[in-house]
């Protein structure tokens, strides 16, 4: 499959067009976005830590970017829709804060949870530009059809918040019944104890949670305005409309059981660029400057957990 898809990339898009499209490229601009980067990762980070802060003021900002560059590198290069970097944040808030593990899980759970619902809005969003742009050319039954099992993906996130706020724990539900069959285990435990604990801290710390949230917005307008730069500086004039349907893209793309999206980022932006009336080597330009990006702040996030 991966394959499949880089060879389709590579033959929509002229290796030569990408180089002058490189070329345009001066060392400011790199600059600039690769500063944009790091301030979405700053705020990624306010998010985790004032989620943990709530519970333990004792621990540093400035120590949990590391935390969080450590937990990126992990997630990059697992095959998935951008998790396998958790269990690392459990363990270095467990190993160096002495927190809990259910104490540590129950932040890391609250962090994702912030994540994933301010990514459902701004992927709603998307949805509708791409739609109302007529990015795929389909039916209405087709587009509704496919966009089911999507729209069930996004909408869990915050079905799960509001559960938690209300004092309803689903995960623990199904953990109940898997322990039924299986017996009591000490991580299916774990994880029941974690989301009561996520349910309390909600009900405790209002603001936190509030403020959580507002700093993953921050974060993902970040983003937002680095992949609309980025398609300026290449000279590419998106809308910044047309930006946030091709972050919607990309943000698929890397839901696809894929080590980094390997193949479908690429193939996505290849696509988006084409169906806006934008030279194919445009979307695959993007796609290698994301690229280079997010292997130098992986790389850097895998010697940091080399460290632990």
């Not at 039954?141 to 706020?165: D, E, R, T, W």
Request: aromatic share 12%; with cysteine.
């Amino acid at each position: 499959m991966i394959l499949g898809l880089l060879i389709w990339v590579v033959l929509a898009a002229p290796l030569a067009e990408i180089w002058e499209s490189l070329k345009q490229l001066r060392l400011w601009q790199i600059v600039v976005l690769l500063a944009i980067s790091f301030i979405a990762i700053l705020f990624m980070t306010l998010r985790w830590w004032l989620v943990v802060r709530a519970e333990n003021s004792r621990i540093p900002f400035v120590q949990l970017i590391g935390y969080r560059l450590a937990a990126f590198g992990m997630s990059y290069f697992t095959p998935g829709p951008q998790v396998g970097g958790e269990p690392l944040q459990i363990l270095y808030l467990r190993r160096n804060h002495q927190m809990t593990y259910a104490r540590s899980t129950a932040t890391v759970i609250m962090d994702k949870l912030f994540e994933f619902l301010v990514n459902v809005l701004f992927l709603a969003a998307g949805l509708y530009v791409v739609i109302g742009q007529g990015l795929f050319p389909l039916t209405g039954n087709q587009l509704f059809g496919g966009l089911i099992p999507l729209l069930l993906l996004i909408l869990a996130p915050p079905v799960h918040l509001v559960l938690l706020y209300f004092g309803k724990y689903p995960i623990s539900s199904l953990v109940r019944a898997i322990q039924n069959r299986v017996g009591r285990k000490k991580p299916l435990h774990l994880m029941t104890v974690s989301e009561r604990m996520a349910g309390l801290f909600m009900r405790r710390h209002p603001w936190a949670m509030l403020s959580a949230i507002l700093a993953s917005a921050l974060a993902w307008t970040c983003m937002w305005a680095e992949y609309w730069l980025m398609a300026q500086f290449i000279l590419v004039d998106l809308t910044i409309w047309q930006a946030l349907a091709g972050m919607t893209l990309l943000q698929i793309a890397f839901m696809f059981p894929l080590p980094a999206g390997l193949g479908a980022m690429e193939a996505s932006q290849v696509f988006v660029m084409g169906a806006m009336g934008f030279p194919p080597s445009a979307g695959l330009t993007m796609s290698l400057l994301m690229r280079g990006r997010d292997m130098l702040i992986g790389g850097l996030g895998l010697l940091r957990a080399g460290k632990i």
